[in-house]
């Protein structure tokens, strides 16, 4: 639980910009183009470390790599809180990044610690559903709360809460039921596999064996085209898109991303539940990255709708990426038992690459629209974000199916 309470953090820090995006470019006067610098700063250490938070997850343990991300991510926090300008808002971006990039590989580590292959999924989707937690509290309730105080506040106050918890952490987490005097059933057969493993090859030849799959990097591309879209768009570029393109009031606007958030947060746990049980990865992921992928046309369009049909389309956004959650289960199955830290967090980057690339990009589209409408300056970004889910679903359809079960560790079903 105070892992996963670390992972709101990283949600909230994550779309935060969206809610704030009018405060920052009133008082540091930034352009389309550097505001979504501002957004992707968090993206760039964070996409650049999930390898190496991977590789100390399986060599250090996650729990000292969880207090000292939390540390580092309080630190920036505070940072960002009290900058005088745009270089020292980029700085506690990156800082926040770095350490909350820790966070989700360290959860996922600890759930394959101490949970079995066919509660994976179940488990990371409620981690999914948890973490969205914070990301509902950086939207709509942001919104609301930088109306009635300083915007500077609140990431001082989330500071201090990263700090504290670094020292919650250290005090009551354990990384295995063994460390905790626990032991589940037939985790000495388990842990001797693994134990041998880790013996005969390095962290570097675990992880060249990990990066030389093919089912990796196309997990790595699932997660690059759905979660890199929806990050981008959830997490900076909607709110300014319903404002600036429809009118809508912040408020408002805010309350459609919180939408597409708690529809993630409903439906994750549901579908990982769902994966285990029927025993099946690809089904769910493909079925739901299409209609996530369709539901990219009324943004491409730019059809204006009345505020309940908008507000559906958001829903059913936050709904359709909930089929990438299987992918963090096909990366640590389709990979070494003793590798699942290092295979979950490579592919876990590819999601925070596509955001680091993309946020800028959008802003740049926006700000090089010309003297054309502001709403075709938008459509033109939401057609580049549709074409990278688009990438996400074909890579979908490479992936081969692991019926929820090792595909090292067992015999592969017939």
């Not at 390898?51 to 939390?70: E, H, K, N």
């Not at 504290?164 to 250290?170: E, H, Q, R, S």
């Amino acid at each position: 639980m105070l892992g996963a309470t670390a992972f709101v953090l990283a949600f909230f820090h994550r779309v935060a910009p969206g809610a704030i995006a009018a405060d920052l470019r009133t008082e540091f006067q930034t352009s389309a183009t550097m505001l979504g610098f501002i957004a992707a700063f968090y993206f760039y250490p964070y996409a650049a470390m999930q390898l190496p938070s991977g590789v100390l997850a399986d060599t250090i343990g996650p729990r000292r790599l969880f207090t000292g991300g939390c540390l580092v991510a309080g630190a920036g926090s505070l940072m960002f809180a009290f900058a005088p300008d745009v270089i020292w808002l980029l700085a506690g971006r990156a800082l926040v990044g770095l350490g909350v990039a820790v966070a989700f590989v360290s959860v996922l580590k600890l759930i394959a610690n101490w949970f079995g292959d066919r509660e994976f999924a179940t488990w990371t989707g409620v981690l999914q559903m948890i973490g969205n937690l914070g990301g509902m509290l950086g939207a709509y309730p942001l919104a609301w709360l930088v109306q009635r105080m300083s915007w500077r506040d609140v990431f001082a106050g989330a500071g201090i809460i990263s700090i504290v918890l670094a020292g919650c952490i250290w005090l009551w987490v354990r990384d295995t039921p063994r460390e905790a005097g626990l032991q589940r059933p037939g985790d000495a057969a388990g842990e001797g596999a693994i134990r041998v493993h880790a013996g005969q090859d390095s962290w570097s030849h675990g992880l060249a064996q990990v990066a030389a799959n093919g089912q990796t990097w196309l997990t790595f591309g699932v997660l690059f085209g759905l979660i890199g879209s929806y990050l981008t768009f959830s997490g900076l570029w909607a709110v300014p898109y319903l404002t600036d393109a429809f009118g809508m009031d912040r408020e408002s606007a805010t309350l459609h991303v919180t939408m597409m958030i708690f529809s993630f947060a409903l439906g994750a746990p549901a579908i990982g539940f769902l994966s285990d049980r029927i025993g099946s990865r690809l089904l769910p992921l493909r079925i739901l990255s299409i209609f996530y992928l369709m539901c990219w046309l009324p943004w491409v369009m730019g059809w204006a709708m009345p505020a309940w049909a908008s507000m559906a389309v958001f829903a059913g956004m936050g709904f359709g990426i909930c089929g990438a959650i299987t992918c963090w289960a096909l990366a640590k199955e389709n990979n070494p038992p003793a590798l699942s830290g290092t295979a979950t967090s490579l592919v876990n980057g590819g999601g925070f690459l596509a955001v680091a690339l993309l946020q800028p990009a959008v802003g740049w589209i926006i700000d090089h629209a010309g003297g054309a409408p502001v709403l075709d300056a938008y459509r033109g970004a939401a057609a580049l974000l549709a074409a990278v889910a688009l990438v996400g679903v074909l890579a979908a359809f490479g992936l081969r199916e692991t019926h929820c079960r090792n595909v090292y560790a067992e015999p592969k079903p017939t």
